[in-house]
């Protein structure tokens, strides 16, 4: 099935750092979302994004719409510890459904 | 809190048997979805639902059933598992056109 291409997969990093990750497609979306999970429990929606170029903030992240539509990033400032966790990409193609599309998802650790 | 409840978090079985396991929310979202959650795969969509008794299979639907009698419910069955299905399984719901999606904890499904 259709996958986005999520990068990088890992990421070790001290605490303090800033993060940068991407997600890449083939494929035009419509909306982009970006989650974080947490070992045990399921997918929390960080920040949502519905127009190119667009660039969001949510507290120390900030999420950006690529101009091509096939494309977004998200930054992570002054990384603290509860970071720690894996971050997943989606692409929503706004017709029918609502279905998404997943990334691999990026694998945050932080050593103190 | 996305009011999103699955049932049981956890659960043993012995392949050939059925298995159901239960998506109940509590926010009248529209749209509503099975994911299974694998290593190196990320989240693969199952079987999707856009309305009460309106399902559709998702890629990875095959000894999969879904049913929704009612918008705040939605069964996932496996009629005969087998060990291939051993995985977490996560629901999610979304409400009405270009909303995001929102998970459940999920449900941690052993098949011995």
């Known amino acids: 099935g259709q996958q986005l291409n999520q990068s990088p997969q890992s990421m070790f990093i001290q605490e303090g750092e800033d993060v940068s990750m991407n997600c890449t497609s083939s494929?035009?979306?419509?909306?982009w979302l970006w989650y974080k999970q947490d070992p045990g429990e399921g997918p929390v929606l960080l920040i949502a994004?519905?127009?190119?170029?667009e660039l969001t903030s949510n507290g120390r992240l900030t999420a950006q719409f690529g101009i091509t539509r096939k494309d977004s990033f998200l930054n992570i400032s002054a990384s603290i510890p509860s970071d720690v966790g894996i971050y997943f990409c989606?692409?929503?193609?706004?017709?029918?459904?609502?279905?998404?599309?997943f990334g691999q998802g990026t694998r945050l650790t932080i050593n103190p | 809190d996305a009011g999103i409840t699955q049932s049981p978090r956890h659960k043993v079985t012995e392949t050939g048997t059925p298995v159901t396991l239960r998506c109940h929310q509590t926010?009248?979202?529209?749209?509503m979805y099975w994911y299974r959650q694998d290593p190196g795969h990320g989240l693969r969509l199952i079987h999707y639902?856009?309305?009460?008794?309106?399902?559709d299979k998702g890629e990875v639907s095959d000894g999969y059933s879904v049913s929704r009698s009612k918008t705040e419910d939605f069964l996932l069955t496996l009629e005969s598992a087998t060990s291939s299905q051993t995985s977490v399984y996560f629901c999610?719901?979304?409400?009405?056109?270009?909303?995001?999606?929102?998970f459940g904890d999920g449900t941690r499904l052993s098949i011995l």
């Open positions: 989606a692409g929503q193609q706004v017709q029918g459904a609502q279905k998404l599309v």
């Open positions: 639902s856009y309305g009460v008794k309106d399902t």
């Open positions: 494929s035009i979306f419509n909306t």
């Open positions: 999610a719901a979304a409400g009405g056109a270009g909303q995001p999606q929102h």
């Open positions: 926010e009248n979202h529209r749209y």
């Open positions: 994004l519905y127009k190119a170029g």
